[in-house]
């Protein structure tokens, strides 16, 4: 607390202290009976630090403790609070989150969301850099020798799909379960499309080994017959029958 004043550098900060509930008692101390003398308004005017052994008005702050239960929390410390009861999400609140933020972060960590292109002055598309630089037109900076673009694979997650995962599977009031499942569901997504790619490099090696040839020769990034330069896109849409 002590630490956070002199952060802030005034007498009346708002100090927030997460998972109220989650405080325990270990050899260090009582950490409860800290926060029973310091949001007891009659005794935080004095506040007595232990490290600078001298009393401190923290009578000024205004604490706002979160907690999922309170069961949990001391009697004592609970008497001393104003408790404010805040619903969780709603199934289409949970899936409009999941749809606008948590699909499209896990896609683009997994590298399946689709880059977005801008175009330029001339009306030419181009790819935007990540680091805010100058885009290069896609025609410019191909060259004849240079080989085709990679297929584009399309991957998704159906809405019906979401809303299922959300019925079914992660009921919490929450959407840091919804948010894992996700992820996981993302990951699964990206190994097909590896063992997509796998399963056709193999299938290009074969039919481009030169007959009498017991064994082909695996094909580099530079091969004509990489998978990623002559490859078929893959589509893979997860539906709500394909979550169990």
Request: proline content about 7%.
């Amino acid at each position: 607390i002590i630490q956070c004043l002199k952060k802030v550098q005034t007498s009346n900060p708002l100090v927030l202290i997460d998972e109220v509930d989650k405080i325990g008692r270990g050899h260090q101390g009582d950490p409860a009976s800290a926060l029973l003398e310091l949001l007891d308004p009659s005794q935080n005017s004095s506040f007595l630090d232990h490290y600078l052994d001298l009393p401190v008005d923290c009578s000024r702050i205004l604490f706002v403790c979160t907690a999922n239960v309170t069961d949990t929390i001391p009697g004592p410390l609970l008497d001393r609070m104003e408790v404010i009861r805040l619903s969780g999400y709603d199934l289409q609140e949970k899936v409009k989150i999941a749809e606008d933020y948590l699909v499209p972060t896990s896609m683009r960590e997994v590298g399946l969301w689709p880059e977005k292109k801008a175009e330029t002055k001339d009306g030419e598309t181009s790819e935007a850099t990540s680091d805010g630089g100058a885009a290069v037109p896609a025609e410019a900076e191909a060259t004849p020798e240079a080989p085709a673009a990679a297929p584009a694979h399309a991957a998704a997650i159906d809405g019906k799909a979401i809303e299922a995962l959300i019925r079914w599977y992660c009921r919490e009031a929450g959407v840091r379960n919804l948010q894992k499942h996700i992820e996981k569901i993302c990951r699964k997504i990206a190994t097909k499309v590896v063992e997509h790619r796998e399963a056709q490099t193999t299938a290009s090696a074969s039919s481009s080994a030169p007959e009498g040839t017991s064994e082909a020769a695996t094909p580099t990034d530079d091969s004509p017959n990489a998978v990623f330069e002559q490859g078929e896109p893959v589509d893979l849409c997860v539906t709500e029958e394909r979550l169990s």
